[in-house]
């Protein structure tokens, strides 16, 4: 019955090689969120999709790209890794703006490895 | 800009304390506030949500409680129990759904 799905758990990339990583979601929520964790951090915000609509945060490097083709799923692109781009990825959903208590659902993470 | 700070940023317990995570933040602007427990390369689950018009909100052996206006958060847990080990985040919501999140309070709980 898992709700907010992430693959792949692990990822190992090279340097400069592009990487997506996947998230789905069960729960039809309209806001789906994607976070940075580097170790011993607190999660970052990197963007969020209400609905369709794509919200970049203001430091969010321009690496980072994201597509959301349905409500069901989004996907976090890094056009060319660095090393600094090792970290855990987080995918979250809410159902923001429909009266309900906004609680953000976390997935499991992709760890990412670049070497 | 939000920025939230959590003490201790670690605490070690005997089974069976009672014992309280603080966390605050700067803009006192928010609409909700979510706190969060991470377990050792996982992700985050959700553990209790307050409202900003809401002081309090229990869930089981967990009581979390706002203070809105001096931008403060305290969870409680009751009866600390081995399990309870993880990271404790705290995350205001500021608007647009978007959180702000504390480092985190890494709790041990001892057998």
């Known amino acids: 019955d898992a709700m907010v799905i992430q693959n792949p758990r692990y990822q190992v990339t090279q340097f400069g090689k592009p990487v997506t990583l996947s998230c789905s979601q069960t729960l039809n929520h309209n806001v789906m969120y994607w976070y940075q964790q580097k170790s011993s951090q607190a999660p970052k915000l990197l963007f969020h999709?209400?609905?369709?609509?794509?919200?970049n945060e203001a430091d969010t490097p321009d690496n980072f790209q994201s597509r959301r083709p349905n409500t069901s799923f989004c996907f976090l692109d890094i056009r060319s890794p660095g090393l600094g781009d090792a970290a855990m990825y987080l995918c979250?959903?809410?159902?923001?703006?429909?009266?309900?208590?906004?609680?953000?659902?976390f997935g499991p993470g992709t760890r990412l490895t670049v070497l | 800009k939000q920025e939230v700070t959590q003490i201790p940023a670690a605490l070690s317990v005997p089974e069976g304390e009672n014992l309280v995570l603080n966390c605050s933040f700067t803009d006192s602007a928010i609409y909700n506030l979510q706190w969060f427990r991470q377990d050792p390369g996982k992700g985050l689950t959700s553990l209790l949500l307050i409202q900003s018009s809401q002081r309090e909100q229990t869930s089981g052996r967990l009581n979390a409680s706002l203070d809105k206006s001096s931008g403060r958060s305290t969870l409680y847990i009751a009866a600390s129990q081995p399990g309870d080990s993880a990271t404790y985040l705290c995350a205001p919501n500021s608007g647009y759904s978007t959180l702000t999140f504390g480092k985190g309070t890494m709790l041990l709980v001892s057998p």
């Open positions: 979250a959903t809410s159902s923001a703006g429909t009266g309900s208590a906004d609680t953000q659902y």
């Open positions: 999709y209400y609905d369709k609509d794509f919200n």
